[in-house]
């Protein structure tokens, strides 16, 4: 007995949602893989890595990166990663808020530009912060395709961070707009 044509119209579409939930699971499994990775090599825990929205509320990385992502027209999956440095908050009673305003506490994070595509077999990572940005080819399965990658995440990480109060104070003039403030460095503030 042969189907009907609107029964294989449904069997057409059913078979895309499946090819899609495989393709965002693929994608959502190489990002975890990527945040643990990153964790390892920086000898901290995923509790110090976080997911910043659009809104700048932060989120742990634990929870995924689902609602955190945006596509790019090219199909890529863009978030940005934060690298939580355990610090004691800045004490604002000593400074007043217009020296934070200003960003010239020092910063308790870094947050990366991440975004990633599907290639065949593999994943091309774009990881970018206001310095400079590089692009990787990692096969998830070999471990060797990761190495230059990490290293890149992690010189972008200290070069951000380098510099202290006379690099803050030289940039104090220069304008700039709300990601590259973010990609500078992120603070958390006592309330």
Known sequence: MSISKFQQLVEIVNEDYTKTYQYLEKNFTFINQLTQKLADDFGCSLKDLFFVSSEEKIFFVENGPEDLITIENDCSFKFRLLIKIPVQPFNMNVSGHSF???????????????AIKQYNNSFIVEVSN??????????????????????CCFELTKAMLEGGLERRISELGILRDNTSKQNFGFTWREK
């Open 130 to 151: 206001n310095i400079r940005k590089a692009d990787f080819t990692i096969n998830p399965t070999v471990d060797d395709s990761w190495v230059e990658l990490l290293e």
């Open 100 to 114: 934070s305003e200003k960003n010239l506490v020092p910063p308790s994070g870094v947050v990366l530009v991440m």
